[in-house]
């Protein structure tokens, strides 16, 4: 079945950098579009950035654009968001999806907290 793991998740102070990984099994990786989501306390789910399944074409919320990257490695089945210029608002758990918009099955995600 399914499964993503998340990882690189911590504290980070603003204007800082933090790169989240996620591993992907159970499904043919390099055919499918991936995407990160992130859910705030006390807020709902908010998708965040999306990559095609060749990695050509990537999309962003625009409060991220300019500021994460999505990459990914089919060879290794793996998705990356790095993330630069945090703000105190990126405090989140981020979470790994199979799909372009955070909709399908995800991980345990991985707590992001940016403060001073």
């Known amino acids: 079945q399914v499964q993503l793991v998340e990882s690189g998740g911590g504290l980070a102070q603003p204007g800082g950098s933090l790169r989240l990984s996620c591993a992907a099994s159970g499904f043919t990786f390099s055919s499918y579009a991936m995407s990160w989501a992130r859910q705030a306390p006390g807020k709902g789910l908010e998708w965040v950035s999306g990559?095609?399944?060749?990695?050509?074409?990537?999309y962003y919320t625009h409060s991220v654009k300019g500021r994460f990257t999505i990459s990914r490695d089919n060879a290794k089945n793996m998705v990356y968001l790095q993330m630069n210029s945090l703000k105190p608002e990126d405090t989140a758990l981020y979470y790994c999806?199979?799909?372009?918009w955070g909709l399908g099955p995800r991980g345990q995600g991985t707590q992001v907290t940016v403060s001073s």
């Open positions: 990559i095609s399944s060749d990695g050509s074409d990537t």
């Open positions: 999806a199979k799909g372009p």
